[in-house]
């Protein structure tokens, strides 16, 4: 029912449009701006901490920075286009944003699960199966054994 209200659907575009201008001031400030990896990273923390319900500490990333560059230096990669390598960038962050705003929105404990399982198939999309194993922490991506 979010989208049914057009204050609401004001009200989110608004938050969204801020957060990817803070979040691409921020990025150039730590050297990160247009940067593919910086942005999978990004995305990747916004979808665990709503999936989880936990703030994820922003120190991570530059491990996870790091970590999402090597997982993106495979072959698929070094033949993508820069127009591919932008949907890539953009994709994980907004889908991080998305999870964020509707964590931030929930009112209930039902909004809040809804939320919850909305980052939670979003982690699953990315990870496909196994994607319970993963997670982030001090150290950055791990997965359980």
Request: proline fraction near 1%.
């Amino acid at each position: 029912d979010l989208f049914d209200d057009k204050e609401d659907q004001k009200l989110f575009e608004d938050f969204f449009n801020e957060a990817m201008t803070e979040w691409e001031k921020d990025a150039k400030k730590g050297g990160y701006d247009n940067d593919v990896a910086a942005g999978m990273a990004g995305g990747l923390m916004l979808i665990y901490s709503a999936k989880t319900g936990k703030e994820v500490d922003e120190g991570i990333l530059p491990t996870l920075v790091k970590q999402c560059q090597s997982i993106l230096d495979g072959d698929a990669m070094k033949k993508a286009t820069d127009q591919e390598k932008q949907g890539i960038y953009e994709t994980f962050l907004c889908m991080g944003f998305f999870c964020a705003i509707m964590d931030l929105a929930a009112e209930s404990g039902d909004d809040k699960k809804a939320a919850q399982g909305l980052a939670t198939e979003y982690w699953k999309t990315i990870w496909g199966d196994g994607a319970e194993k993963i997670t982030l922490s001090d150290a950055g991506l791990e997965i359980a054994e």
